[in-house]
């Protein structure tokens, strides 16, 4: 196997479940994530070599998804959300968190928010990663972390999300 | 309680994430007894990560698709290049005009592209259509040009002039109007001695203001602009330095013409 491939295919199951997490469609995550190989390989003797392989990947594939997809998302096509691969969760879990409530929670913050909480909840990127895939300082990083978190919470608290909920 | 450090935003997100060393654990445990109200927020943040995480995980746990395979990607890629260079006009693929720079968008990506890739795309596939046309190159022509420039002048909102580009050779055979999403566009053809045609397009509802930029699609060449609202395009098949002292002929006789949209000539 050669050298990209053994240092790059280990990483497209978490690309694929960030692009997923960001575009809720399966076939647009795919393209994304394709889009996103198609430029590492295309620029891999421009990565540093001394730099975090990893981070730099997410950052193309972010990067791509603000340029492009959410753009495309922004003026109107349809994005199946009903697509989502959340499994199914047994009713009457007062205590434990729905999945499918914070999929639609999550589908209710700005994107920069959004993928903080992904790059740093899920895809376990480390918080100086993270702050490279973003292009912001550590410590600004951190605050938004804590915004993007409470913003989540207040969602999913009925009493609190009350009033973003309602039109009027 | 070992660590002085006072307690942080920080300190509770890594909490929250269980990156804490041992020594800042036990001064943020210690901390969030004393902080009934936060504990709980957090503890509610902490069960929301991982409940995003068990949400997402099924699709990590997917297997891949071959099309993602790095040698997928590396044998498609010369394809794919050719294609996007070849396909300008079936929209497969532009520079977008973003500020950092353009990538090529791909696939049916019609709706992302940025109003200049439209202009050319829809300029480019006018050309294509008309200029082979032998029996109806144009809706109106050009022995009724005050006639034709003052319909496609009130279509457009604009006042459109028929650039004179007898000194290379063309004159003007017509011009027809077009559909261009919600909005307008008008192409004047140009033929030369041989029945080289060239057409010019403008098109309404082209936000933005750009320099030249220019399109080699297969034969067809064109330069496209976009100034005051309008996107331009001139579009024929010749080369580079053939073509753009006639598109700058073409940019000076448009120059500044939608200004009087109001006061069109009739």
């Known amino acids: 196997m050669d050298e ?32 996103c190989l198609e430029r590492v390989v295309s620029r ?25 997809y959410h753009r495309r998302r922004r003026r109107g096509v349809a994005v199946a959300l009903e697509d ?18 914070v999929m639609a929670a999550l589908d209710g913050l700005p994107e920069e928010q959004k993928s903080i909480l992904l790059l740093v909840g899920v895809e376990e990127l480390t918080y100086q990663e993270t702050a490279g ?34 039109v009027k | 309680m070992s660590d002085p450090t006072p307690i942080g935003e920080d300190d509770l997100q890594a909490f929250i994430d269980g990156r804490l060393g041992e020594d800042r654990l036990a001064a943020v445990e210690a901390w969030l007894a004393d902080h009934p109200q936060r504990a709980r927020d957090i503890g509610r943040e902490r069960a929301q990560r991982d409940a995003l995480r068990a949400a997402l995980a099924a699709k990590a746990a997917e297997p891949i698709p071959a099309r993602l395979r790095i040698a997928s990607i590396r044998a498609s ?8 260079l070849r396909n300008l006009v079936a929209g497969l693929a532009l520079v977008t005009l973003g500020a950092g720079g353009g990538w090529l968008a791909r696939g049916d990506a019609r709706s992302v592209t940025a109003p200049a ?30 006639h034709l420039l003052r319909w496609l002048s009130k279509r457009l909102g604009r006042e459109l002039a028929a650039p004179d580009l007898a000194e290379f050779g063309f004159h003007l055979v017509g011009g027809r109007l077009l559909p261009a999403e919600a909005d307008a566009a008008a192409q004047l053809m140009y033929e030369d001695a041989g029945g080289r045609r060239l057409t010019v397009y ?12 220019f399109w080699q699609d297969g034969a067809v060449a064109s330069f496209v602009w976009l100034d005051q609202g309008y996107g331009f395009a001139v579009s024929a098949e010749a080369g580079r330095d053939q073509l753009l002292p006639i598109a700058e002929t073409v940019y000076n006789a448009l120059d500044g013409k939608s200004a009087n949209a109001g006061d069109v000539k009739s």
């Open chain 2, 202 to 213: 403008v098109r309404a509802g082209a936000p933005g203001e750009t320099a030249f930029r």
């Open chain 1, 133 to 166: 895939v973003l292009g912001l300082p550590l410590g600004t990083v951190m605050s938004r972390l804590s915004r993007a978190r409470a913003r989540l919470r207040a969602l999913l608290e009925p009493e609190r999300a009350m009033p973003l909920r309602r």
């Open chain 1, 84 to 101: 989502a691969c959340v499994p199914p969760v047994a009713p009457g879990q007062s205590q434990a968190v729905e999945l499918g409530e």
């Open chain 2, 117 to 146: 890739t439209q202009v050319t795309r829809d300029a480019v596939a006018a050309h294509r259509i008309f200029a082979v046309e032998v029996a109806h190159p144009v809706e109106v022509p050009a022995r009724e040009e005050a």
């Open chain 1, 4 to 35: 990209i491939a053994r240092q790059i295919e280990p990483l497209i199951p978490g690309l694929r479940r960030y692009a997923f997490a960001l575009t809720r469609d399966h076939e647009a995550a795919d393209d994304l994530v394709q889009d």
């Open chain 1, 44 to 68: 891999w003797h421009l990565r540093r070599r001394d730099g975090d392989l990893r981070a730099w990947v997410y950052t193309i594939q972010r990067n791509l998804f603000v340029n492009e």
């Open chain 2, 77 to 84: 890629r010369r394809s794919r290049l050719t294609l996007v």
